[in-house]
């Protein structure tokens, strides 16, 4: 459907405003962003005044803005206006998949510009249980203080690839609200994709963020979340449908939805439709990115094949982590944050004298030691045999 600027009298469903944004210049993000709210209804649709929201950023790890980690200062600080000039009480806070949230903040940019405008940081290291009879999955969960002392949230993803669910955006921003270590617990006992993916749809359903705005003015792609390629792409997305949106950051970058496990588990589960998205704002065309480098081809899954076959499909045909010695520091962040027992990457001597290696037995491929390697390097690779595999199945 062709974009446009009619001004619905209401929050439409369903529908992705697509925003040019050529940089982070704040007048100019602030502009786009006061746009795209506008073409879902205005702020008044997401907020009443003396509500209480809580911004949920990518947080990932403390890196600069130029890594294009973490959500963008400008993009937040400009999020941040449109719900004070609504009335509302804000706080911020995620819980980094490595390092103290206030290191984080502080590298991030966050912090200073939070400061500037009285937002305070939400308790994000302290949580309690919540019930979920609704869950498909999970019928409890973990929450972070800062994220259930909210009114309501709104979420700000950032455009990234990632190595196990393909893209990082609207539906998988929400696990940063599960404090601290019991992230990892969700990544030893939820091993299959399928599941994990699951979690995070009734983790999203849980919270139900208001909005949700997708930060893609400078997105990562190849070795993401962490250590991937800035990459400009120029647009601001915006929705309250976030299977929706994540559809549209696929369709941006010419990637099938239909291989993302947290677009198919959430339209299942009723979270949001990715057939029949409304495009607002700009043209798509003017903002696709086509040659985004992106995994785009079908797995190979140990579900296919016979159970038998298992061990030898972990060693010679899935992708796996691969630590890059040249690369390795020897820090052992890789190690800390596996979450199976016993680890499934370690060091071979007491003394880390050597890069810690895989044990590609026990590795579950929830990719963590990749994703937090502070280092880059880490990356996933698909061994000889199932590339061989994948071009003969093409």
Not at 116 to 122: C, D, F, H, K, V
Request: charged share 25%.
């Amino acid at each position: 459907m062709d974009s446009n600027d009619n001004l619905p009298s209401e929050a439409v469903p369903s529908a992705v405003a697509v925003l040019r944004c050529e940089d982070y210049d704040p007048e100019r993000v602030e502009e786009c962003l006061f746009r795209g709210v506008t073409l879902l209804g205005g702020v008044q649709q997401f907020v009443r005044p003396g509500e209480r929201m809580l911004l949920k950023p990518n947080l990932l790890s403390g890196k600069i803005p130029d890594k294009a980690v973490t959500t963008h200062p400008a993009v937040f600080q400009a999020a941040a206006k449109q719900f004070l000039y609504g009335g509302a009480r804000l706080a911020y806070g995620d819980s980094p998949g490595f390092g103290r949230i206030s290191t984080v903040v502080r590298r991030s940019g966050l912090h200073e510009v939070a400061e500037s405008m009285g937002i305070e940081l939400a308790d994000f290291q302290h949580g309690r249980i919540v019930s979920f009879p609704e869950g498909a999955l999970c019928k409890q969960f973990t929450i972070a203080e800062g994220a259930l002392d909210a009114d309501g949230i709104i979420s700000l993803s950032k455009m990234k690839t990632h190595a196990l669910t393909r893209i990082t955006g609207a539906v998988k921003n929400q696990f940063g609200c599960i404090p601290g270590m019991l992230k990892g617990e969700f990544h030893g006992r939820l091993s299959k994709i399928e599941t994990f993916a699951k979690m995070l749809v009734d983790l999203t359903r849980l919270l139900s963020p208001r909005l949700y705005i997708m930060d893609g003015i400078v997105s990562m792609e190849g070795n993401g979340p962490g250590n991937g390629t800035p990459r400009k792409t120029g647009v601001l997305l915006l929705s309250t449908d976030p299977v929706a949106l994540d559809a549209a950051f696929c369709r941006l970058v010419n990637l099938d939805p239909e291989l993302v496990p947290t677009i198919v588990a959430g339209a299942e589960a009723g979270l949001g439709d990715y057939r029949s998205i409304r495009f607002l704002g700009d043209p798509v065309e003017t903002c696709l990115c086509p040659d985004f480098k992106v995994k785009r081809e079908k797995e190979i899954t140990e579900d296919s094949v016979n159970r038998f076959l298992v061990p030898l499909m972990r060693r010679h045909i899935i992708p796996r982590p691969v630590i890059r010695d040249e690369r390795c520091t020897h820090c052992g962040t890789c190690v800390a944050m596996c979450p199976v027992s016993p680890k499934a990457v370690d060091f071979l001597r007491p003394d880390r004298s050597l890069p810690p290696k895989h044990n590609y037995g026990l590795c579950i491929r929830c990719y963590c030691c990749q994703e937090v390697c502070p280092d880059n390097a880490i990356e996933v690779e698909t061994p000889w045999l199932g590339r061989l595999i994948h071009k003969r199945t093409l």
